[in-house]
Structures are given as C-alpha cells and as structure tokens.
C-alpha cells in the first residue's frame, strides 16, 4: 500500500523529471530549417496518398495502386505564414488507430527521446500498478479469446455503414434484378421495385404489381394508379415526393392476390426497403398488405384508421385504391384515414 509521503515524493519526482525535460527542450519540437520542413512534407504527401488509395481500394474492392511520388514539392509553407505547425496535425481518421511502426521518413526527424530516469520509471509503474490501472510504460499485451474469424466482407461492411438510402435502394435494386426467390419470377417481365423520393416522408406499400405496371417496371401507373396519384395530390404531394412499393415486386398472374409464401419470401427485400427510406409513416393500401405488415388477421374495415406502429414508425392501413375505384362509398372513409396522415405529418 503505498503511503501519503510515498506518493508526494513520487509527484515530486516526476515534476522535477517534466522540469527537466522542458530545460533539456524534449517538450516540443524545436523549429526546423524550412527545407527540412518541406522535404519532411513531401514525404508525408506521399505517405498520406498512400494511404488513401488503399483506404479507397479498400471500399471499391479494388486492388491499391502504386501512387507516384509527386514530381513537385508540396506547397512550402514558410515559418512566418503561420499556416501549418511544424508536424502537421495526424489526420483524424488515424488518431484512434494502433500506433504505426516508424518508417524511415519518421526516423529522419530529428526527434531527441530522453530517457525517464528509471527509478521515476520504476515508481510510476507501481503507482498504476497500486491504482488497478495496467502499466501506462509497459503495455503488457492483454490477452484476447481465439475467437474464430467469420469470413468477412469488410469492404461491403464499410460501404453498407457509409450508403445514402439512394444507394441503398440502387443496391437493393439490383440485386432483385435476377431474383429466383419465388415462382412469381416465371411469369414477369420487369421486377416492380418501388417508386419515388429515397427520402420520403410518407412511403405507400400496395399489394403487387398489375400486368400494366409489369410492362413499365413502375408501380401503381394503372388506373388505380390514376386513383392514387390524385390521393397523393390531394394530400399536398408530388407523386415523385412519396415513396411507392409493393408486398411483391413481381406481377402475380391473372390479377389475383400475392400467396402467403410469396408475400413471406419478399418480405426481406420489403423491410430492407423500409429500413433503407425511413420515412416518417407508412401507409398501406388494402387488406393484405396491412394484415402482413401488423401481423393480424382482422379485415380492413376493423384494421383501418387507426395508428398502429410497424417497429417504431406510425402505420395507417387504408382501402386499396382499385377497391375504391370498384366501391365509390369507400372513398370517404379513406379520405378521412389519409387526413389523419396529414395532421400526424403537419403535427411533426
Ligand atoms: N399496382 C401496384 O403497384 N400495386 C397494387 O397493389 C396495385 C396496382
């Protein structure tokens, strides 16, 4: 147990070492002739281009390329410009990374390194020691568990982290392109994705696509399309503004409804979606689409003009627009869903 006096000679011994550290000019470097500071630059340029190409390669999957010294010095920037220190700040993306191993332009620097004197060493190591704390000299290796690597993407990974909802719904989009998932691949001619803003507020969710909307490879451009299309205005947005998808991106034959199994194999493709656009409500449009995304079998007419959530964004379910354009008295009840939507959306 270390004692008061121990600790306060310890303090006061390193006190006397920082003191003598400052006196002997180890504390801050001191200024460089300005052609060492430029040729130092020049190399750090080339250091840091490095860098970055294989950071880069490193997202596109790309193989680094040789980056060539520059055929220019960089930039001298002069004692009295005061634009940059001497060392020039390490860039941040480098700050929180395990220190690197000194290369050769480091080792150039004049760099003096004076030695604590080893009983101030000795001390402070057992003071860390006394405290619970690791050795701040030391660095002892900490063991870590073997555990086993998952075979990884890490570029994927990264470019996952880093997409805009544009990209991600590119990506989603084309990764559809070929889907085999279900036999509703047999009979389409284009995969119906979605249609809109990436980051719309408010995102519509029908039931599939129509053999009109399979030939254009765009959602809802058939009558009821139309119908819906006015909705939208109605409610004070552009078509382009919303955002407009189905519970299956392909046409299911004969108009009829989307099976269980189908709607269950697309839904991935649905929630990733969702994910990707975040808007602030969802509506769904018909009894299918809302009995899936709620996870209830109660028809329409009970599911309907209610707030549900689907995880934390607000849900309203609504009659489809062909049923209203098959039973017109429908239609009040559905404007009177769509101005909750539009009150929750002014609301926020
Ligand atoms: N068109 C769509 O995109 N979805 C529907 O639910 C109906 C027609």
């Not at 036999?183 to 995102?203: C, D, E, I, W, Y």
Request: proline content about 8%; charged content about 25%; overall charge neutral.
């Amino acid at each position: 147990m270390a004692t008061k006096a121990h600790l306060l000679q310890i303090t006061r011994e390193l006190r006397r070492y920082v003191e003598w550290q400052a006196k002997s000019g180890a504390l801050g470097a001191p200024e460089a002739p300005v052609e060492e500071r430029e040729a130092w630059q020049s190399r750090q340029k080339v250091r840091d281009d490095a860098r970055m190409a294989t950071m880069r390669a490193a997202l596109v999957d790309e193989k680094p390329r040789q980056v060539a010294p520059p055929s220019q010095p960089a930039r001298p920037i002069t004692a009295a410009s005061g634009e940059a220190p001497h060392r020039p700040e390490t860039p941040v993306y480098e700050r929180s990374a395990a220190p690197r191993a000194v290369d050769k332009a480091d080792e150039a620097m004049p760099a003096p390194a004076p030695q604590m004197p080893a009983t101030v060493a000795q001390d402070e190591n057992a003071l860390w020691k006394q405290l619970g704390s690791q050795s701040r000299r030391t660095f002892e290796p900490i063991e870590e568990p073997a555990v086993p690597r998952t075979p990884s993407r890490p570029a994927a990974a990264v470019r996952g982290a880093a997409m805009s909802a544009p990209e991600k719904l590119d990506f989603l989009k084309n990764y559809l392109a070929n889907c085999q998932r279900c036999a509703l691949h047999q009979g389409r001619t284009n995969v119906v994705f979605g249609a809109g803003s990436a980051v719309a507020r408010l995102m519509f969710i029908g039931e599939g696509p129509s053999s009109q909307d399979d030939k254009l490879g765009e959602p809802f451009v058939g009558e009821s399309g139309e119908l819906l299309n006015r909705m939208i205005v109605a409610m004070g947005f552009k078509r382009e503004e919303v955002y407009l998808t189905n519970m299956v991106k392909c046409r299911p034959l004969e108009n009829r409804n989307p099976g269980s199994d189908e709607i269950q194999q697309c839904s991935t493709y649905l929630i990733k979606q969702i994910e990707a656009i975040d808007p602030e409500i969802i509506v769904t449009l018909g009894q299918s689409a809302a009995q899936t995304l709620l996870q209830s079998d109660e028809d329409l007419g009970q599911l309907r003009g209610r707030w549900y959530q689907w995880r934390l964004t607000p849900l309203m379910a609504t009659y489809h627009p062909e049923s209203l354009l098959r039973n017109e008295s429908l239609k009040r009840a559905a404007w009177s869903d769509l101005q909750l939507v539009m009150a929750r959306l002014a609301a926020k």
